[in-house]
């Protein structure tokens, strides 16, 4: 299994583009801003990973 904590968010996407919609509703930017891991988008959008 991965760990997701350390897997940028844009590659998440890249991945399985199903998580687009998951950060979309989540206010995740996962385009533009996709270059943060899961871990320090979720810390900076004060989110529970």
Request: hydrophobic share 35%.
């Amino acid at each position: 299994m991965k760990d997701y904590k350390t897997i940028k968010i844009g590659e998440i996407v890249t991945q399985d583009f199903r998580a687009a919609e998951i950060f979309k509703n989540a206010g995740i930017d996962f385009c533009c801003g996709g270059n943060d891991s899961l871990e320090q988008t979720c810390k900076d959008n004060k989110l529970d990973i």
